[in-house]
């Protein structure tokens, strides 16, 4: 009898392991090691985190963490003495640009930082937060004719066919595809872009952010969807307290099941950051011929956090460093 019941103690823990180890996503920050989910207000998760195993239509295990709690607006920030001083500016080809304290809630360098802009993929953010806090990431998006045609950047998603919400996050956040960007926001709308804006835009009223107007779901659009550095840098701040969305944001590297071709499909984070610049835990990336380059990004030192965002420059792999540098000196951990 004592050998019988060991026995099934070991079956029991090796079907457990087996039900909850997807195969189908593999995560490495800079140093290679496992990425863990980081609040970039120093909280490392809003809510205990609990993973299910459920079935999708297709028959695959797709792992289903629990719905963390919608994020929250922080008090507006302050601006730091002198943040605006020319004198303490880093000399960058960005119009515009903010380094925000998130520790402190204190902006310690901003040029521009509240001139409206065209913000491209940065406006994904959005994207991966609401799909982020919708859960059920297993769900089966149908993607449409118009999500399945916008251009350039996309994964060639097929008109008709079923991707797991996860997996289309996964897509637009690394990849920065916009098909799959469109897919997500027409499926959060119920299958209605227009009342998918109206979400993005209570969102942001929500988190404190009072100089932004979506009206696109990916960024290509960039008559009418504009935002500032200083919203963006809220946005980021915000977003990151959902495991979630900094799971993703953060991750360099992660591979899923791609059920057109049977096989799999890894995508890379377009953040270089990620790899070069000690500490980073996260951001976006974003680029359109209206908007220039621009790039949202957190980095974490010594339990510090500040989060730097660049909107319209031809150098944002050069501004970057420069704008974080700088405001790591003028605000130590």
């Not at 980021?236 to 979630?244: D, G, I, Y």
Request: with cysteine; net charge positive; aromatic share 6%.
């Amino acid at each position: 009898m004592l050998l019988l019941a060991v026995l099934v103690i070991g079956l029991i823990g090796f079907t457990t392991k087996l039900l909850t180890g997807g195969e189908d996503s593999s995560a490495a920050n800079a140093n290679g090691s496992q990425t863990v989910s980081a609040s970039a207000a120093g909280q490392q998760s809003t809510a205990k985190k609990a993973v299910s195993a459920t079935k999708a239509n297709d028959g695959s295990t797709t792992q289903a963490p629990a719905a963390a709690p919608l994020v929250q607006a922080r008090p507006a920030p302050t601006y730091q003495a002198g943040s605006k001083a020319m004198a303490n500016q880093p000399g960058l080809a960005a119009a515009s640009y903010v380094a925000l304290d998130v520790d402190r809630n204190e902006i310690i360098l901003a040029y521009g930082d509240t001139n409206q802009r065209p913000i491209a993929s940065l406006t994904k953010m959005m994207t991966g937060l609401l799909t982020a806090e919708a859960g059920n990431f297993w769900r089966p998006v149908t993607v449409s004719e118009t999500a399945a045609a916008v251009e350039p950047n996309k994964d060639g998603l097929i008109i008709g066919n079923r991707y797991p919400r996860g997996v289309l996050l996964y897509s637009a956040m690394l990849g920065s595809n916009n098909d799959a960007a469109a897919a997500l926001g027409e499926d959060l709308g119920g299958g209605n872009y227009g009342r998918y804006y109206k979400m993005m835009n209570r969102r942001a009223k929500e988190l404190g952010m009072t100089d932004t107007r979506y009206a696109s779901s990916s960024g290509l659009n960039d008559a009418t969807n504009s935002s500032t550095a200083r919203d963006q840098a809220i946005m980021l701040a915000r977003a990151l307290e959902n495991p979630t969305f900094a799971k993703a944001s953060g991750t360099w590297r992660h591979t899923v099941r791609w059920n057109d071709t049977g096989g799999k499909r890894t995508y890379e984070n377009h953040n270089k950051m990620l790899q070069t610049y000690r500490g980073t835990i996260g951001g976006k990336t974003g680029f359109t011929t209206l908007a220039g380059g621009c790039l949202a990004v957190a980095v974490r030192r010594g339990g510090h956090t500040i989060i730097g965002v660049i909107l319209n420059t031809n150098d944002i792999w050069g501004d970057m460093p420069k704008l974080m540098d700088a405001a790591f000196k003028r605000s130590p951990a």
